[in-house]
């Protein structure tokens, strides 16, 4: 790597750190990123990224380098999180560990971008090919990856690789694990619980859906799951439920075991029509495996890491890579520093490895 952009990189750490921070304290869950996306805008525009701009579905982007008609590397960060009732966000350090919700999911991946961004503008840096960064919206849980679907869609004959910055630098997610999410609600006869007992009862009809879906067998690799994840019904203790209600999330590496997967668990729900039970389900969500049977971007990742006597840790995950990766372009998804905790009040990651994700990061780039 450039000496030049080494030493920038090591001088410039408190610039990352302090947008870090800034970033961490804008509450940011899904639907709700456009006072965060003001704020990365605002600073793209002062860096003298002009031609910066909000899409459609609320992504901020910025073309860097690109020319007419050539294939670009999109590298993009998600802004959304997880946590909704969070209005002040607690920034705890001690030593070399950043604690605070959303520090590495995905805030440490925005201000690691932004740190680029503005490098490239300090050093005037012209990358190997023309880059699209994207700070995207609706990654997170029911945002069914609404904001890479937009950017796949405006740019899809232009993408030619695809990097998810999410999370840490040391873990590679090269698998796309496809998912598909279900409201399900059952009505029943309800009823008096000491008049009417023996009436169906939509609790009661649930519970035994549930029950039927937990004894599903399901292969361990490619790695199939299922999980019902809240449940709701009834009005009182002394009546038998009329309603019942719950969510289903169905999981796969493989998308012929997802499809008997859901297959399985709509035999179920029709299994469990009856006169006096009626059940709709409602789709809530839906990510896509991968197509790609071999990652390119995985042999780069692990070149780069061997030439610094690391091992590179491939695992299958669901990110903003499901997209692309579906449809047949390479992606990969990793970040800047080394994390754990994600998606918990009690979230981290270690500042010290700042400097080598950022380095890891450049040399993927190809600088």
């Known amino acids: 790597m450039n000496e030049e952009i080494e030493q920038y990189v090591r001088e410039h750490s408190r610039d990352f750190m302090e947008w870090l921070c800034d970033i961490i304290s804008i509450p940011s869950p899904t639907g709700h990123e456009q006072v965060k996306s003001e704020w990365i805008l605002r600073h793209l525009h002062q860096w003298g990224a002009v031609d910066a701009y909000r899409d459609e579905a609320g992504n901020i982007l910025y073309p860097c380098h690109i020319k007419s008609g050539e294939k670009v590397a999109l590298y993009t960060a998600h802004m959304d999180t997880v946590f909704q009732d969070l209005q002040e966000i607690p920034i705890r350090r001690n030593g070399n560990i950043l604690s605070a919700p959303s520090c590495s999911d995905n805030s440490a991946s925005i201000a690691g971008l932004l740190f680029i961004i503005k490098m490239f503008h300090d050093l ?69 619980s000491w008049m009417h007992f023996g009436q169906t009862n939509a609790i009661a009809e649930a519970a035994d859906i549930i029950s039927q879906l937990y004894r599903l067998s399901v292969p361990v690799s490619p790695k199939t799951t299922y999980n019902v994840g ?129 380095i890891q990061m450049l040399e993927f780039i190809g600088l």
């Open 124 to 192: 005037q840096l012209t990358p190997p090919q023309g880059l699209l960064f994207a700070f995207d919206v609706g990654e997170e849980g029911l945002g069914n990856l609404k904001g890479m679907r937009q950017v796949m869609a405006d740019w899809h004959d232009r993408i030619a690789e695809v990097v998810a910055v999410d999370c840490t630098f040391d873990t590679f997610v090269t698998t796309a694990v496809g998912s598909r999410r279900y409201a399900v609600t059952i009505e029943a006869a309800g009823g008096h």
């Open 230 to 358: 809240t449940i709701t019904g009834g009005t009182t203790v002394n009546s038998i439920a009329a309603q019942a209600a719950f969510t289903v999330d169905l999981r796969s590496e493989n998308a012929d075991e997802l499809d008997k997967l859901d297959q399985s668990f709509q035999s179920i729900l029709k299994g469990a029509e009856k006169e006096t039970v009626h059940i709709r389900i409602d789709p809530l969500g839906e990510r896509p495996c991968s197509r790609l049977n071999q990652n390119p971007l995985a042999d780069r990742i692990t070149a780069i890491r061997q030439r610094h006597g690391l091992p590179t840790p491939c695992i299958a995950g669901s990110t903003d890579a499901n997209i692309p990766m579906s449809q047949g372009i390479p992606a990969i998804s990793f970040g800047f520093c080394r994390s754990r905790g994600e998606h918990t009040l009690q979230e981290s990651l270690d500042i010290d490895t700042f400097l080598p994700g950022m």
